[in-house]
């Protein structure tokens, strides 16, 4: 379904869209986004095999040794890049930087939630993937009813309440499934009140984080902007599932196995219902907005400001 609809975007993208570069035209820093790959992808390879090839074994204390190495490595190049894979700059923005990692520990507790719904779908109540999907459906459909609310609430009396509010019911259709779910397949009683309450909940979060970090930025950074959420959000899912499937193993046949599951879940909206809980009203951030742009890795503390 994504191929059709990403061509149709890109048609209408390609017709519609001016692009402006920035800072000259100057290309994107490779290097630091390949290290970047690496940093990131050696920590999923060592939550994913640790138990497997022992925490304390070579290999996997090499991985974690690269990332630990990588991390601050690209920081650092960061800061004296013309054109860097993430402008340090924009993390300095305080309402930016939370609404990115609220980001990653967010989507960290909904990946982890989505693969493990699916899991336990099939695995323990042997559903057919088609009907998993389903049973799946009413999340993604509460997301939708409540995402234009949500953002629009958020405009008026600032991010944080929607965030928050978000993030609770998000971890409440967790505890749901901790307390209710069982072996035995009962879908209206016990697993679709969760799946209802956390999809409210995402619908909640979603245009909290987009617009928490969209406001923090000057006009001619949105695209930007956007794009270091989505990696945010991407690297997010990626740990979420890593650390499932180390929790989960491969012989979760009941719902027991589960419950980290589902504790994976509420602690990542928790952790980010704690960062939404630190944003400010969306009027401190629209003086960002109104003043005049300047490049943002020349001047860090401005643009602080600025956005604060």
Known sequence: MNVPI?????????????????????????????????AIGSLVVAIVKGQE???????????????????????????????????????????FGLAVGASLLFFAGFAAMLLAGVLFLTGVWHESVLHAGLMLFPGPAMATAFSVPSARLGARVGYRIPGMAGAALFVC???????????????????????????????LVIPTLTGAGASSLPPERFATGAAVLTMGRQIGSALGVAVLVAVLGTASTTAA????????????????GIALAALGRPAHAQLA????????????????ERAA
């Open 53 to 95: 090839w022992g925490w304390t074994s070579p290999a996997i204390l090499t991985l974690l040794a690269t990332t630990a190495v990588l991390l601050p490595a690209i920081w650092l190049r960061s800061e004296h890049q013309p054109a860097p894979v993430v402008d340090p700059a924009m993390l300095r923005v305080r309402s």
């Open 6 to 38: 990403g061509v149709a975007g890109l048609a209408f993208g390609v017709r519609t869209l001016t692009e402006r570069r920035e800072r000259g035209g100057q290309r994107p820093d490779v290097l630091g986004a390949v290290a970047l790959i690496a």
């Open 257 to 272: 196995d589960f419950q980290a599951a589902w504790l994976i879940t509420a602690a990542g909206a928790l952790g980010a």
């Open 289 to 304: 907005v109104a003043s005049p742009p300047s490049p943002m890795a020349a001047d860090a503390s401005a643009i602080a």
């Open 173 to 203: 259709g967790a505890l749901w499934w901790i307390i209710q779910i069982g072996d035995t397949p009962a879908y209206l009683s016990e697993f679709l009140p969760g799946m209802v309450i956390g999809g409210a909940g995402v619908g």
